[in-house]
């Protein structure tokens, strides 16, 4: 499989962006004209660096507003393309992208398009030099590619052939299916972007929202396989115009580039079975069912451990050589580190996910590029691989049962009277410019699936949350994305945090205040609007209002929640589910983001 990589799709200049794509393992790239254009350096230099590189210069592009017009335009037309032809015998590029015409079309004639194809495709010929003509979804008369092969198929020409891009076909809703009736050997080339499902105009959509595959709502393994299926041979090259990655760092955005990649070729190749051809596979993970722990890095004195305590948690004892200590309560675990001068603000550092075997597991992150953890491990101890995700969270791949005996008073004695308890969910807060990665990222390494995005309304702005989760619905990891802005008390609103779900969320509560819990405090009018939504008995709503538990009922069953306050960066929260709730009361979350604000 060779792969490919759009120069659009990266930040910096040109010579930046080939370093970028070489970095990260690509074998070719387009370059998009602007990035030429722009360029201090001659073709010929672009040439030869990509050379030194390993980088094939796989297609030049766009070349707009072609076909569909009459004579006297299209000698203009053809006056053009002869130019940038003679431009890519000096690059070394033998195929171009003609991308169907918006702006100055006037006919619309499959046959004066083809015959106009057929021209251009002659003169081409000419220079050694192919054309691959790919439908624009917002082509003036060409907007679909089953009439852009149709015209390909009439103009006739060795020359002239098809270029496929999923954005396109896929944002228009156009049937893949039919990419299997066009000869591969005139699919020319191929692009593929995934994209988030939004109604908005389609030019605006692609120019700004595309995503790299599996970061968006496209399906991209059918896609592709209908592809593979037609025969074609040729790279599979990224196309991606996002506003994101036009200001972050090159090097990073082609790794996750390529990261997209190998994670589609897998699915695509599950997909295929047998015809899978020469498709990479990655080592075969099922995604984990439960968390295995969550370390949070935190001083002694904190006092994140005594928010431990009151909520009812065991001290499971000191690491034997580190300044680690575990907190149990049922399946949860909970280590707090405070190791190597820890932040003075308490944050999440790093999940464990239980994983059926660990070793697939690291192997396939590491076929992901995810970048490794070096822990500091001692003789007899067990070296736990883990990886860093984009936002610096260390993820871990393990089971308690390999480590636990590392802790002096080993494995706690589980108070029964409070019930057993397992980590619901843990959120995790992401930067801007590290939210589509991160979906990637545990898509991919840890084949959890993304949730459709919710939209939360914050005092501060809206918070985009997708949660991504496990077949089975063991492991929750929601992803919260910030507002830009920062106001006055947006660090405790826009902390991380644990959810541990418990079977008695009033008996917990109640004996966790006890023990000197102060749950986050939760208007009287919340109250007073849950008494309107839900016919709930009198009884009941006082227990909520006493305990400042919020409420959510849906058509799988019911939702009890509680936060406590915030220590550093990080918080708690009680869940009780009852029946299948499946949610996490996002209508409630408003109310916990002004409590929190304070
Ligand atoms: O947005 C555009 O104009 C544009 C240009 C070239 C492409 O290959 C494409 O998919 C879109
Ligand atoms: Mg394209």
Redesign the pocket.
């Known amino acids: 499989m060779r792969t490919s990589i759009?120069t659009v799709c990266l930040s910096g200049g040109l010579v930046q962006k080939m370093y970028a794509a070489a970095e990260a393992g690509f074998d070719g790239i387009e370059i998009?004209e602007p990035d030429l254009v722009a360029a201090p350096q001659s073709p010929e230099e672009i040439r030869a660096l990509a050379d030194r590189l390993g980088l094939s210069l796989d297609l030049y592009?766009?070349f707009?507003d072609a076909e569909g017009v009459d004579e006297e335009a299209f000698a203009d037309v053809l006056h053009r393309a002869e130019a940038k032809f003679r431009l890519m015998r000096r690059l070394g590029i033998d195929l171009m992208?003609v991308?169907s015409n918006?702006g100055t079309a006037t006919l619309d004639d499959d046959e004066v398009s083809a015959g106009q194809l057929r021209r251009l495709g002659e003169l081409a010929a000419a220079y050694d030099i192919r054309l691959a003509y790919?439908a624009?979804a917002w082509g003036r008369f060409v907007d679909d590619y089953r009439r852009s092969w149709r015209i390909v198929e009439l103009a006739d020409h060795p020359n002239v052939g098809v270029?496929l891009?999923s954005?396109?076909i896929l944002s228009r809703g156009h049937d893949p299916k039919q990419i299997e009736e066009i000869p591969a050997e005139k699919i020319f080339f191929l692009?593929l972007?995934d994209a988030p499902a939004l109604s908005m105009d389609v030019?605006s959509w692609?120019?700004h929202h595309r995503l790299f595959p599996g970061e968006g709502s496209f399906d991209l393994p059918a896609f592709l396989a209908h592809v593979q299926r037609a025969g074609y041979a040729g790279p599979l090259s990224l196309?991606v115009?996002n506003d994101t990655f036009r200001q972050t760092d090159p090097v990073r955005t082609a790794r996750q580039a390529q990261r997209s990649l190998r994670w589609l070729a897998d699915r695509t190749a599950d997909l295929l079975g047998d015809e899978a051809g020469p498709l990479p596979r990655l080592p075969e993970v099922a995604a984990p069912e439960a968390f295995d722990f969550v370390e949070i890095k935190a001083p002694e004195t904190s006092g994140v451990e005594v928010l431990l305590e009151q909520l009812g948690f065991d001290f499971g004892g000191r690491h034997r050589s580190k300044q680690v200590r575990l907190w149990t309560w049922g399946e949860v675990r909970i280590v707090c580190n405070d190791q190597g001068g820890s932040p003075a603000a308490p944050r999440i550092a790093a999940v464990g996910f239980d994983v059926a075997d660990s070793e697939p597991a690291a192997e396939r992150a590491a076929a992901l590029m995810a970048p490794p953890v070096h822990r500091r491990t001692y003789a007899g101890e067990q070296a736990l691989r883990a990886f860093s995700s984009p936002d610096g969270t260390e993820v871990f791949c393990s089971h308690a049962e390999d480590w636990i005996g590392e802790f002096d008073g080993g494995v706690a004695g589980t108070s029964t009277e409070r019930g057993s308890a397992r980590i619901d969910h843990v959120n995790l807060v992401q930067p801007w410019h590290s939210f589509d990665e991160a979906v990637l990222f545990y898509t991919s390494v840890l084949s959890l699936t993304p949730q459709p995005t919710q939209e939360v309304a914050g005092p501060s702005g809206l918070v985009r949350s997708q949660v991504m989760s496990s077949p089975a619905g063991g492991v929750r990891l929601p992803l919260n994305l910030l507002p830009t802005g920062q106001l006055a008390g947006d660090e405790q609103a826009h902390a991380q945090h644990v959810a541990l779900a418990c079977q008695d969320i009033v008996g917990v509560v109640a004996a966790a205040r006890e023990r000197g819990l102060r749950p986050l405090k939760v208007p009287g009018n919340y109250y007073d609007d849950l008494v309107a939504r839900f016919r709930l008995s009198e009884d009941f709503v006082a227990t909520l209002r006493e305990l400042d538990l919020l409420y959510d009922r849906d058509a799988d069953g019911e939702y009890l929640h509680c936060y406590t306050e915030t220590v550093g960066e990080v918080f708690f929260e009680l869940v009780e589910r009852r029946e299948r709730y499946d949610g996490f009361g996002a209508g409630n979350a408003p109310v916990r983001l002004v409590s929190q604000a304070g």
Do not use: G, I, T
């Open positions: 759009a998009f592009q766009p707009r992208l991308c918006v790919e624009l270029c891009d954005f396109h692009q972007a030019l692609s120019r196309e115009f």
